[in-house]
């Protein structure tokens, strides 16, 4: 299968701060890349849907000032959690498609701890 | 809005044992169903992708089957072993807004 690529995959940050994600698809053409978060001993949660050179549709209870995601180019998205607090501390996956009704392929999370 | 359920949500089986994991979705215009694997603290490991049209797949001791009429897949794992002890979450892509949407998962143990 195609490969996506999430990096950091782990990221200890103060409170306050702002953490940058990055996903990308190493070996094909992303359209559309979505992020979800995962809280302990829960499953993934989908936070936006983006689309290569438009705006991030977000999901309800998402806040998209928080959670800024840019998909600039069709291999590479970003989440920008801004202003990160402990209750941001997450598990946070990235998934990429070539065409909006094929598989999507994951990345492999970034673990991120807000103290 | 497309739901996901899956039953159990835990599981602990004898080493050796045959076992189904139940997954559930409510609108049954999708594009596929996928299966995954997770273990603790780590990513998501695909198993099994089933297109809209096709009612199964298999993979080693894995067998995913699809009935979208009625909204139901099943995982079979054949004579269970303490390593597929994990986390099995079911995922469905949906038609309208193209998102895969994911259950709760069934945490499964096998016991040695």
């Known amino acids: 299968g195609a490969v996506v690529s999430q990096h950091p995959s782990w990221v200890i940050c103060k409170s306050g701060t702002s953490v940058k994600i990055e996903c990308r698809s190493l070996d094909f053409q992303a359209t559309t890349m979505f992020w979800y978060r995962q809280f302990p001993k829960q499953s993934l949660m989908l936070m936006a849907t983006?689309?290569?050179?438009?705006?991030?549709?977000?999901e309800q209870g998402v806040e998209k000032d928080k959670f800024l995601i840019n998909h600039a180019s069709l291999t590479l998205s970003t989440l920008t959690v801004t202003s990160a607090h402990p209750e941001d501390s997450s598990f946070y996956i990235c998934?990429?498609?070539?065409?909006?009704?094929?598989?999507?392929?994951f990345g492999q999370g970034t673990r991120l701890t807000v103290v | 809005k497309q739901e996901v359920t899956q039953i159990p949500a835990a599981l602990s089986v004898p080493e050796g044992e045959n076992l189904v994991l139940n997954c559930s979705f409510t609108?049954?215009?999708?594009?596929?169903l996928q299966w995954f694997r997770q273990d603790p603290g780590k990513g998501l490991t695909s198993l099994l992708l089933?297109?809209?049209?096709?009612r199964e797949q298999t993979s080693g001791r894995l067998n995913a089957s699809l009935d979208k009429s009625s909204g139901r897949s099943t995982l079979y794992i054949a004579a269970s072993q303490p390593g597929d002890s994990a986390t099995y979450l079911c995922?469905?892509?949906?038609?309208?807004?193209?998102?895969?949407?994911f259950g709760a998962g069934t945490r499964l143990f096998v016991k040695a």
């Open positions: 983006s689309n290569e050179g438009s705006k991030a549709t977000y």
């Open positions: 089933i297109q809209s049209s096709q």
């Open positions: 995922a469905v892509k949906d038609t309208g807004g193209f998102k895969t949407i």
């Open positions: 998934s990429a498609s070539s065409r909006r009704n094929t598989e999507a392929f």
């Open positions: 609108d049954s215009a999708i594009y596929n």
